[in-house]
């Protein structure tokens, strides 16, 4: 019995060492026990979009229970190969905005069904690999001027707001003023606006999980109002078969396909940039130059995210901010990914949990995303009106013509011809012309 025991402690002494050898935790001056506790905070950081990325995608006719299947899946198999492959403590998942764009755009406006709206998340997740492979994805971040990038966080926070307000019931339609207040009293705007204030309090506190105690307490206070109903919290997980390999390639040669899977890509490229840039500024991960090690493997996990999320079921799969909460606790190394990683594959159970989570529910937590994004707007040269009149116009049409694709192209028109007639044609590169003229062709097409 003792020398079982003795073997067995030997054995797992043994996996420690090869752990630590394998992501350099020492070398990183970190822990396997800092680790493990900062892959649980970066889960509970960003445990909301399990929640919340069905619920968006539902309203594009996403069967809901199979898109949260989709979700935990695609982000527990992105966040590993980031872990194991490129080593970092960066978690990744279905994105906020683009999951938005999948649903009330290119599903809802542009009449696309879900099932050729994933062919486009595919096809820019494929485009995004290739370039990652290729050393073409570095010149194109840096030929993108900084304005340009803030404006289009910025305007996809300002998408969600307008979308979150909806759910909230805040917001609705008028034919006299195209939008009008909805009844302020009633119990899913006052729980959504408490909710709110709730996830801001608490991030601001840094309390870990912030955002899913948000959800959860106004999703409890509303059963006693009716504005939710309880439907248990445990049980097998769904059947992911309703949105696994379901794909229809039937419009991928129409030009409003074309630019709907370039936006897809383009808006992903941004996000992952800043993503994996700021999160290994934070950890202290950057070289003297500024750059970061394994960039390229970094890239190609990201890009192979979305290309998997398509396949299981859900919009484009992204690099997580949110990761900056584990870092924060100590995670250096892959490990807190791989631990992060194993905690989407346990949340499968939760099934029951995520579908009686109100829409107003939800929508606290996208207003607090969208606070989040449109803070890039204080880092804009407002003294320079080449650059910041197409952030204005990129800020402001994305939510108000309801597309994340229009704003972008109005904003790189506008930012080609404000230089040309000031003569500041010389700050204009190659790619920004080619994406100008880009978008100049199809987005009458849309």
């Known amino acids: 019995m003792a020398k079982a025991a003795a073997k067995a402690a030997s054995g797992s002494v043994a996996n420690a060492s090869a752990i630590e050898r394998y992501f350099d935790i020492a070398g990183a001056g970190s822990s396997v026990r800092t680790e493990v506790l900062a892959g649980l905070t970066t889960f509970l950081t960003m445990a909301y ?3 919340v990325n069905p619920n ?28 194991l492959y490129a080593r970092y403590p960066i978690a990744l998942a279905p994105g906020m905005g683009l999951n938005a764009f999948f649903a009330f755009y290119v ?36 030929s993108i001027p900084q304005s ?34 909805g009844k302020l009293l009633a119990a899913a705007p006052l729980l959504a606006l408490l909710g709110f204030a709730i996830i801001a309090a608490l991030n601001q506190l840094r309390v870990p999980g912030a955002t899913i105690i948000g959800i959860l307490t106004v999703t409890v206070l509303g059963l006693p109002l009716g504005a939710a109903s309880f439907g248990g919290l445990f049980s097998l997980p769904p059947s992911l078969a309703p949105t696994l390999l379901q794909l229809d390639f039937s419009r991928v040669l129409e030009g409003s396909f074309l630019i709907v899977a370039l936006t897809m890509f383009f808006v992903d490229f941004f996000d992952t940039a800043g993503t994996l840039v700021g999160v290994a500024h934070r950890a202290g991960l950057l070289d003297k130059e500024g750059n970061l090690p394994r ?23 992204t690099s997580y901010i949110e990761s900056a909460a584990g870092v924060a606790a100590g995670g250096r190394t892959g ?12 949340a499968l159970f939760l099934a029951p949990l995520a579908g009686w989570i109100p829409q107003y529910a939800t929508a606290a937590a996208l207003l607090f995303v969208a606070v989040v994004m449109s803070r890039a707007l204080a880092e804009v040269d407002w003294d320079d009106l080449t650059e910041a009149a197409p952030v204005a116009v990129t800020a402001v049409t994305m939510p108000l013509t309801y597309s994340i694709a ?14 040309v007639l000031t003569k500041r044609w010389e700050e204009i590169s190659p790619a920004v012309w080619l994406l100008a003229a880009v978008f100049a062709v199809m987005l009458p097409l849309l």
């Open 49 to 51: 979009i399990i929640f």
């Open 148 to 181: 340009l990038k803030l404006a289009t966080s910025a305007g996809i926070g300002f998408f969600l707001a307008i979308i979150a307000l909806q759910g909230a019931g805040l917001v609705v339609d008028s034919p006299a003023t195209l939008v009008t207040h």
């Open 406 to 419: 229009v704003g972008l192209g109005l904003g790189f028109i506008t930012y080609v011809v404000v230089k």
């Open 56 to 83: 968006i995608l539902a309203a594009a006719g996403m069967p809901k229970d199979a898109v949260f299947v989709a979700t935990c899946l695609a982000a527990a198999i992105a966040t590993l190969i980031m872990g």
């Open 107 to 142: 599903v809802g406006a542009l009449q696309f069904t879900w099932q050729q709206a994933l062919v486009a998340v595919l096809i820019s997740g494929v485009l995004a690999l290739i370039v990652s492979i290729l050393p073409i994805r570095a010149w194109l971040v840096n």
């Open 295 to 317: 960039l390229r493997q970094a890239l190609i996990a990201d890009s192979s995210a979305t290309t998997i999320g398509a396949l299981l079921g859900t919009s484009n799969t």
């Open 335 to 346: 490990l807190a990914s791989v631990v992060t990683a194993i905690c989407f594959l346990l």
